[in-house]
């Protein structure tokens, strides 16, 4: 839990009588109030180049005049101070939280609920809630919605605009309260009739202060409500609401993170590691430092009790961290601490201990059937969406193979428990011999959705289905080479032959790209080709199917960019592109490629380029030196996720995946293929391992 340090407020110059309502604390300790970080000395950085964009923690705020913040013909969602709940201009009764609201009015009398078109900032068009209620004595009503788990930590005030207005000719005895509920449930509540009761019909500012709400884990909120109980006589009024938030220092959401976090970049731009890169000649020492600033995101960009990973991290103006993690970002965690240590960046015994810390995160984790869910915030570790993928959990497993090859003892030992709790046949559908995307808990049954091609990331699933004896082996040739003949909607009609392996017929199907036979991935990005090859040698087993399919798409996809497309550089993939304050996570590709085919919208990813240190290493140095001498590109964990060719903007973002898959390249590129070689190790591997052998794509 995080602190704060609060300032000493006199609560009448907010809230006239406003007092502390005594709440259900049954069988839970006092927490102590939020106090936020000491702020250590340091050299300045130059505002530009910040890390930390506007961010500015050490703000100071003298009176509650916060609305006055923002100037009057602009929405409170553009301050960076704000973090609104809700403004009431949606059409729907849905918060700026994604959440609904919700009445509970059981004891109550007339309560009636509307959009009104008055706003109270006075903005156009604009709107607020309005509440209409008759109330006799010990009757009340709620409206109440989801916080989302939200981090508060640093916020100063809940601020809203309230107006509670008695109707002509009567008095108001009811009395309106608002209470903020944390994680563990405890409730604290505030009155604030004083403050929105108005006769003249004008708008009041209630504005608490944090330290209001003593007593609550601001770290993550769940629940804020409004409750009106009436007293004495009969209480007919109205209460509206509008412009609810919380306000702070700029970026509060991103400050309120940090609490929970190890480190954070100080840098935009590492100019200086960028031009120690471009004066390295040297091509293994290139990329080892390259590695060795890939490697600070797994060491920083993790939560201080858990040691979970984020799933990504933003530099620059708005800032942000995703406190949030999942099996494959914890996958790459794990095999990413083995290629720190093989690389040297770590002692054996470190990587030890900060595995060992990893998988007791994830025995304390929430599952389904020993598999992992799809995301958990890493504060908490609550699961944030109720689904399992089975290709997420795949990940997980390739890495807690890695980990048990790579530490024997303990270690291994834990590693084997998780792993052997995984039954991959869970996922998997007789009837077309294939493998689900996941298990939805809201639908209660797999998804309708299934993994069938066979060059896609998915197959790493396969190959460790196989190998564990959850999926039969015949369930390698089902598998589309390329997509049904009769799916008229694919980007060209395959050509092939059909041949038997294992008594299983199947089309062995390919297309033609640039005179090239390929076999395609579903959407054409390299990752697809690709990753699979963190894990497993395929040039080396597979020479005459996988080995030649993936070096003839490396190929295509570095000449698709210079020579086809006059791209500067290359490495076409999903990754993450910056939208407004926010960023999307874009699926890209070379539709050729693909069955499907992903879109090409200029988007380059640098992590795609050194998937491709198994195929084409000499290329991939090439493009990378380009990439730094041509872009701003380069930060304090390495390579930003993605560059857009069209406009020259850097994408100043890392994501968990797309950094350790650079990291786990790397270290196979200069130690011989280590990850690899404790993969393969296991005797999950060398089971599998058969289905590789004589296959001949073309």
């Known amino acids: 839990m995080s602190s704060r340090k609060t300032k000493a407020t006199n609560p009448r110059n907010v809230l006239r009588y406003a007092f502390f309502v005594p709440?259900?604390?049954?069988?839970?300790?006092?927490?102590?109030?939020?106090?936020?970080?000491?702020?250590?000395?340091?050299?300045?950085?130059?505002?530009?180049?910040?890390?930390?964009?506007?961010?500015?923690?050490?703000?100071?705020?003298?009176?509650?005049?916060?609305?006055?913040?923002?100037?009057?013909?602009?929405?409170?969602?553009?301050?960076?101070?704000?973090?609104?709940?809700?403004?009431?201009?949606?059409?729907?009764?849905?918060?700026?939280?994604?959440?609904?609201?919700?009445?509970?009015?059981?004891?109550?009398?007339?309560?009636?609920?509307?959009?009104?078109?008055?706003?109270?900032?006075?903005?156009?068009?604009?709107?607020?809630?309005?509440i209409g209620f008759d109330l006799k004595d010990r009757q009340q009503f709620t409206l109440y919605s989801s916080l989302e788990k939200l981090d508060m930590s640093q916020a100063r005030f809940l601020a809203m605009k309230c107006k509670l207005e008695p109707r002509p000719k009567t008095d108001l005895q009811a009395r309106a309260r608002v209470s903020l509920t944390d994680w563990t449930g405890r409730t604290v509540t505030r009155d604030i009739t004083d403050v929105c009761t108005n006769h003249d019909g004008r708008w009041s500012e209630a504005v608490l202060p944090m330290s209001f709400f003593k007593g609550l884990d601001f770290d993550q909120l769940t629940k804020i409500s409004f409750t009106v109980i009436g007293r004495g006589r009969r209480s007919r009024a109205s209460f509206s609401l509008d412009e609810i938030a919380f306000f702070g220092p700029n970026e509060m959401g991103f400050e309120s993170a940090l609490d929970n976090i190890k480190n954070f970049p100080k840098l935009v731009k590492d100019h200086r590691g960028k031009e120690e890169l471009l004066a390295t000649a040297n091509n293994r020492e290139f990329l080892k430092k390259i590695g060795q600033s890939t490697w600070r995101y797994f060491e920083e960009a993790a939560d201080k009790d858990h040691h979970l990973v984020l799933d990504h991290v933003k530099v620059g103006d708005s800032p942000m961290v995703g406190v949030y993690t999942s099996p494959t970002n914890i996958a790459m965690d794990l095999m990413g601490g083995v290629a720190a240590f093989e690389l040297g960046y770590i002692s054996r015994e470190e990587a030890q201990k900060r595995t060992g810390a990893i998988l007791s995160s994830l025995r304390g984790l929430k599952r389904w059937k020993g598999f992992f869910y799809n995301f958990y915030e890493t504060t908490k570790l609550s699961v944030t969406r109720e689904f399992i993928s089975s290709v997420d959990n795949s990940w997980l497993a390739a890495a807690l193979i890695v980990v048990r090859q790579a530490f024997p003892g303990p270690i291994a030992d834990e590693a084997s428990k998780i792993l052997d709790g995984f039954d991959?046949?869970?996922?998997?559908?007789?009837?077309?011999?294939?493998?689900?995307?996941?298990?939805?808990?809201?639908?209660?049954?797999?998804?309708?959705?299934?993994?069938?091609?066979?060059?896609?990331?998915?197959?790493?699933?396969?190959?460790?289905?196989?190998?564990?004896?959850?999926?039969?082996?015949?369930?390698?040739?089902?598998?589309?080479?390329?997509?049904?003949?009769?799916?008229?909607?694919?980007?060209?009609?395959?050509?092939?032959?059909?041949?038997?392996?294992?008594?299983?017929?199947?089309?062995?199907?390919?297309?033609?790209?640039?005179?090239?036979?390929?076999?395609?991935?579903?959407?054409?990005?390299?990752?697809?080709?690709?990753?699979?090859?963190?894990?497993?040698?395929?040039?080396?087993?597979?020479?005459?199917?996988?080995?030649?399919?993936?070096?003839?798409?490396?190929?295509?996809?570095?000449?698709?960019?210079?020579?086809?497309?006059?791209?500067?550089?290359?490495?076409?993939?999903?990754?993450?592109?910056?939208?407004?304050?926010?960023?999307?996570?874009?699926?890209?590709?070379?539709r050729k490629l693909g069955a499907k085919g992903y879109p090409d919208k200029g988007v380059i990813a640098p992590y795609a380029s050194m998937l491709a240190l198994g195929t084409i290493p000499d290329d991939v140095v090439a493009n990378l030196r380009k990439m730094l001498a041509d872009y701003d590109v380069y930060g304090e964990y390495g390579f930003y996720d993605s560059i857009n060719i069209k406009n020259g903007l850097v994408t100043f973002q890392y994501l968990a995946l797309d950094q350790g898959m650079s990291l786990i390249a790397i270290a196979n590129y200069l130690k011989n293929g280590a990850i690899q070689e404790y993969f393969m190790k296991d005797p999950i591997a060398k089971k599998s391992k058969t289905v590789l052998e004589g296959e001949s794509f073309f």
């Open 424 to 590: 991959f046949k869970e996922f998997y559908d007789p009837d077309t011999n294939h493998v689900a995307i996941g298990y939805d808990m809201a639908r209660k049954g797999l998804t309708p959705y299934h993994y069938g091609m066979l060059v896609t990331e998915a197959r790493t699933m396969s190959f460790i289905g196989i190998g564990k004896g959850d999926f039969p082996e015949e369930h390698w040739w089902h598998l589309y080479r390329t997509a049904p003949e009769a799916w008229e909607w694919q980007t060209q009609k395959p050509e092939g032959r059909w041949v038997t392996r294992a008594g299983i017929e199947y089309f062995q199907g390919y297309y033609m790209v640039d005179s090239k036979k390929t076999v395609p991935s579903w959407g054409g990005s390299l990752f697809e080709f690709l990753m699979p090859t963190l894990v497993v040698p395929e040039g080396k087993l597979a020479p005459k199917s996988f080995g030649k399919n993936n070096l003839t798409a490396s190929e295509i996809h570095r000449d698709y960019a210079l020579k086809e497309k006059n791209y500067p550089v290359w490495g076409i993939s999903p990754a993450a592109v910056a939208s407004g304050r926010r960023w999307i996570y874009g699926e890209y590709g070379i």
């Open 23 to 130: 709440l259900f604390f049954l069988f839970c300790a006092p927490l102590s109030a939020a106090t936020s970080r000491k702020q250590v000395s340091e050299t300045p950085v130059d505002p530009v180049n910040n890390a930390r964009g506007s961010a500015d923690n050490s703000a100071t705020f003298e009176g509650f005049q916060v609305y006055q913040t923002v100037s009057p013909n602009k929405s409170l969602l553009t301050s960076p101070q704000f973090r609104v709940i809700d403004d009431f201009n949606s059409k729907e009764w849905k918060t700026r939280l994604n959440s609904f609201w919700r009445l509970e009015n059981g004891k109550a009398g007339e309560v009636t609920m509307e959009h009104s078109r008055e706003d109270a900032r006075g903005l156009r068009p604009g709107h607020s809630l309005k």
